[in-house]
């Protein structure tokens, strides 16, 4: 079983409580389970094949970060951790309740909104490139006390709790550097901060080289399942979409003398995009 839902009915949906939400996406949750993995200060949203279960925690924050729990079939996978713990701790708490063990954590590229609550996965594997390690060890944001525990991946295909994982290694788009995660299994994508649906974004590194490399996602991925960094999951389409959103956002850059008039015009432009505490970033588009 395959629950895809539309880009519109998913945004339909977050309006829905946490627990409404994910009896709606994902039939097969008893209301009694909803009750226990109520995330509070997350949407919750599943999509279900015969592979497994992703579950993605869309936070009630400004930026509407996302963290993901994939319910596979020897065990859990988690990617990010959001940028607190009492995002990252519903997470644990969900995959508590599921009864399996957590294969590992991965973490998709360096930002502090998808590090910032990685102290509630103290003592599990936690993996990601050797550059974004690099970048988190040494670079300008706040290092998570467990920043030891993080390993660096050797090689670009593993298996972890019964699936694939592909990873596809991006750098100077969105982030410094950002890895995608593949599962064939599940026909699925991680592409985190590669796309923002239905939020406003961060300007990033390079937005020509960002663009090139969605076009060669688009092309090179085979999964109907997209799940994202900012918004809620959405379906293939939503690469196609994506490079259209950024050449626009690419034009109002372009139209605009500084980061305030560039906020206005994003404002006016899209008036009803959530993470409006991203738009207090826009001065990194002038950098």
């Known amino acids: 079983m395959n629950n895809l839902i539309s880009r519109r009915n998913f945004g339909l949906l977050a309006g829905l409580s946490s627990v409404s939400a994910a009896a709606a996406v994902n039939g097969f949750i008893s209301s009694a389970q909803a009750q226990t993995i109520s995330a509070q200060r997350s949407t919750l949203m599943s999509i279900a094949n015969k592979a497994g279960t992703s579950h993605t925690f869309v936070t009630h924050n400004d930026g509407r970060v996302t963290i993901h729990l994939l319910d596979a079939p020897s065990g859990l996978i988690i990617v990010d951790s959001g940028d607190a713990g009492e995002y990252s701790e519903e997470v644990v708490a969900m995959a508590k309740s599921l009864g399996k063990d957590i294969a590992g954590v991965i973490l998709s590229h360096d930002h502090p909104d998808h590090t910032g609550g990685l102290n509630s996965y103290k003592g599990l594997p936690i993996f990601t ?25 050797d090689a670009d295909e593993m ?13 100077n788009a969105e982030a410094k550097e950002q890895i995608v995660i593949e599962i064939p299994e599940m026909s699925t994508a991680i592409v985190q901060d590669l796309v923002y649906n239905n939020c406003y974004m961060f300007p990033g590194m390079d937005r020509t080289n960002w663009i090139t490399i969605l076009e060669e996602l688009n092309t090179k991925l085979d999964a109907e399942n997209i799940l994202v960094g900012h918004g809620y999951p959405s379906s293939r389409g939503e690469l196609t979409a994506a490079v259209d959103y950024l050449n626009e956002y690419q034009q109002l850059i372009s139209e605009s ?11 006016a432009r899209y008036p009803n995009l959530m993470g409006e505490g991203l738009l207090g970033l826009q001065k990194f588009a002038f950098n």
Do not use: C, R
């Open 129 to 153: 490139s050797q550059g974004i390690l690099g970048n988190i060890k040494n670079g300008p944001f706040k290092k998570p006390e467990n920043v030891d525990e993080i390993q660096a991946l």
């Open 159 to 171: 298996t972890m709790a019964g699936l694939t994982l592909k990873i596809h290694n991006y750098k």
């Open 257 to 267: 003398a500084d980061a305030d008039d560039l906020v206005k015009k994003y404002k």
